[in-house]
């Protein structure tokens, strides 16, 4: 996995390779704009990250070239942006950027975005084909993925699992009425390591069911904490949790969640189970099956990152869908990208038309949010109101009874 990073200021930049060579990631560094699309052209990278700010060619220049150029025209891009030039960067999102981070941000912040960028650019590879991962291990750019199994098989006997909380906050009311948990793997010797790299090594060895298990366990037994000690709403705090396609087709799937939520003392009401488009497309009438068993639990079902690629209307009213789940990508140019902007009101307006709650993923700016409050959204998660956090810095959002600001008309 090869990263260009490009960063004018000597400190950050050299913050950066550190980070990111400890993780086992081969990197490029370029001190000015000129130089990095140089190093672009000819290395071709795996991801790039650039600062907004530079002297010369800055943040933006380097994307416009680097766009326009059809060798690099599809190279991730993450900026790197300082609080006050938060507005001013929607020009890099016009030109094609697909992420940005805000400084000061800590390093779980930039292995995320990575992360994220490299789940987007490798959906329509085959799924989670071991011989098709385009995220190599962090051991070296010639080793066998599955040399993290061993470290793998023992993580949660270790205990080096973490799942972290993004909260869902209603746009009426401006509460938390939710979370997403999000499973994390820290590694003892090598640190954070990255969703892309383990779970399709998870998925293929099997070791999916046993992590999958515990994911559910663990949040089910933290969110009825939670219902019991603090949430104080008129409904009680909602579950989020992702199920992959090896779980999804495990045939003991719905004896594992009876179980689970048997001894949580769970209500299935409150657990939404999160589906993506590419899992469901792999088998339509399978699936449907599936999630017919599943709804029979009473518990809710979502579809993910909607509207990725996939010929969603066809079969959509087929499924029994509760909820709805924007992706990012239409939600982070909402504002000045007309097309994304006709996007989200559509799905918005077929969401309802089906009877089904939406969800927007990634809102990160106050016109963002005033965008979706004006189309009736129904819930948001994003950095506008928090990034994912650990199970005690969430608690601490439920302490305070953090709340978010609804624009008014």
Not at 20 to 36: M, N, Q
Not at 157 to 170: S, T
Not at 233 to 261: H, M, W
């Amino acid at each position: 996995m090869k990263i260009l990073v490009i960063e004018d200021e000597e400190l950050v930049r050299e913050s950066i390779l550190e980070l990111l060579e400890a993780e086992g990631f081969h990197t490029i560094d370029a001190a000015s704009g000129d130089v990095g699309v140089e190093l672009a052209q000819r290395h071709k990278p795996d991801l790039i990250i650039c600062d907004v700010m530079m002297p010369n060619l800055d943040g933006y220049g380097v994307l416009n070239i680097l766009r326009q150029n059809s060798a690099t025209a599809t190279i991730p891009f993450i900026f790197l942006t300082a609080k006050a030039d938060k507005v001013d960067f929607r020009q890099g999102m016009n030109l094609g950027a697909d992420d940005y981070l805000t400084k000061p941000y800590e390093a779980v912040e930039l292995l995320e975005a990575i992360a994220t960028q490299l789940r987007k650019y490798t959906t329509l590879s085959q799924h989670y084909a071991i011989q098709n991962i385009a995220v190599e291990t962090k051991l070296d750019t010639t080793s066998d993925p599955l040399a993290l199994e061993p470290s793998l098989r023992h993580a949660l006997e270790r205990e080096e699992f973490q799942i972290y909380y993004q909260p869902q906050v209603n746009l009426q009311s401006g509460q938390i009425v939710g979370s997403e948990a999000l499973l994390r793997w820290r590694h003892s010797e090598k640190g954070f390591i990255s969703p892309t790299e383990f779970i399709p090594i998870a998925e293929a060895t099997g070791l999916i069911i046993p992590i999958g298990e515990w994911v559910l366990h663990t949040a089910c037994t933290q969110t009825k904490d939670w219902q019991n000690r603090l949430h104080t709403g008129s409904e009680p705090l909602r579950l989020a949790v992702n199920l992959s396609a090896y779980q999804f087709s495990n045939s003991d799937l719905n004896n594992t969640i009876i179980k689970i939520l048997t001894e949580t003392n769970f209500s299935p009401k409150s657990l939404e189970l999160e589906l993506t488009e590419s899992l469901i497309i792999q088998d339509t009438n399978s699936a449907i099956q599936i999630m017919h068993e599943l709804k029979k639990l009473g518990i809710q079902l979502s579809i993910d990152d909607f509207g990725m690629g996939y010929s969603s209307l066809s079969y959509l009213q087929q499924l029994p869908f509760d909820t709805l789940k924007i992706d990012r990508s239409f939600v982070q140019n909402v504002t000045n990208n007309n097309g994304n902007a006709g996007i989200t009101k559509a799905i918005i307006q077929m969401a309802r038309s089906l009877n089904l709650n939406v969800i927007a993923e990634g809102v990160e700016t106050e016109a963002e949010l005033a965008f979706l409050c004006q189309e009736n959204c129904d819930v948001m998660q994003g950095y506008l109101f928090s990034r994912p956090l650990p199970a005690k810095e969430f608690e601490q959002l439920l302490i305070e009874k953090k709340s978010l600001v609804i624009p008014s008309y």
